[in-house]
């Protein structure tokens, strides 16, 4: 059974920095990606339907970071499958980062540094994954691609959040028990 590849790999207008998709978020927070319409009223950000035209790349990251972290091998397909593995690889250092005696304050307070921090893009020596990864074509582009996934960094970790302290002020048993944090091998077939 292969691994979950993104939904998003046949969408065709998008921006593409190196070989990674700047895909349209669902977010407030400010940066180059063009904002999706908000979730209608009475819908749950913990259950997005994939169908919906609110339904974003960091929903996708946070359905199939479990069953992909199962495989170990994951072949790209497209700049959309890139998007996926960097998201589902910050998610797992957030989850590192969720103690479980952590409050729901502690856990912010870790998670959205760990958002803002420095970090490395593609063609940065410490990217861990470069050879998945091509350079942005200039400094411009570098800059983009980087605000870019500072504003999918912070939107995942608001969206973690309210998914593992959704049940109260301590984190869920459930979801920190369930997490795996495998890494994969990558192969690029585009």
Same mark, same amino acid.
């Given at each position: 059974? #292969?691994?979950?590849?993104?939904?998003?790999?046949?969408?065709?207008?998008?921006?593409?920095?190196?070989?990674?998709?700047?895909?349209?978020?669902?977010?407030?927070?400010?940066?180059?990606?063009?904002?999706?319409? #908000?979730?209608?009223?009475?819908?749950?950000?913990?259950?997005?339907?994939?169908?919906?035209?609110?339904?974003?790349?960091?929903?996708?990251?946070?359905?199939?970071?479990? +069953? *992909?972290?199962?495989?170990? *091998?994951?072949? !790209?397909?497209? #700049? +959309?499958?890139?998007?996926?593995?960097?998201?589902?690889?910050?998610?797992?250092?957030?989850?590192?980062?969720?103690?479980?005696?952590?409050?729901?304050?502690?856990?912010?307070? +870790?998670?959205?540094?760990?958002?803002?921090?420095?970090?490395? !893009? #593609?063609?940065?020596?410490?990217?861990?994954?470069?050879?998945?990864?091509?350079?942005?074509?200039?400094?411009?582009?570098?800059?983009?691609?980087?605000?870019?996934?500072?504003?999918?960094?912070?939107?995942? +970790?608001?969206?973690?959040?309210?998914?593992?302290?959704?049940?109260?002020?301590?984190?869920?048993?459930? !979801?920190?028990?369930? !997490?795996?944090?495998?890494?994969?091998?990558?192969?690029?077939?585009?």
């Amino acid at each position: 059974m #292969p691994a979950y590849h993104s939904i998003f790999l046949q969408d065709r207008d998008v921006r593409v920095i190196g070989n990674t998709a700047l895909l349209p978020l669902r977010t407030r927070t400010r940066g180059p990606a063009y904002t999706l319409p #908000p979730l209608p009223s009475g819908t749950s950000d913990l259950d997005v339907d994939p169908d919906s035209e609110s339904y974003d790349p960091l929903d996708e990251v946070l359905s199939l970071f479990r +069953a *992909n972290t199962f495989f170990r *091998n994951f072949e !790209i397909k497209g #700049p +959309a499958d890139r998007l996926l593995i960097y998201g589902i690889l910050f998610l797992s250092e957030c989850l590192g980062k969720i103690r479980g005696n952590m409050s729901a304050k502690e856990a912010e307070k +870790a998670l959205l540094n760990a958002a803002l921090d420095h970090f490395a !893009i #593609p063609g940065d020596a410490s990217f861990p994954l470069n050879q998945a990864f091509e350079v942005p074509r200039d400094r411009q582009d570098a800059e983009t691609l980087r605000q870019y996934l500072s504003q999918v960094r912070q939107e995942l +970790a608001v969206r973690l959040l309210a998914r593992v302290y959704a049940g109260g002020p301590t984190p869920s048993k459930v !979801i920190l028990n369930n !997490i795996d944090s495998r890494l994969f091998k990558f192969t690029n077939s585009s």
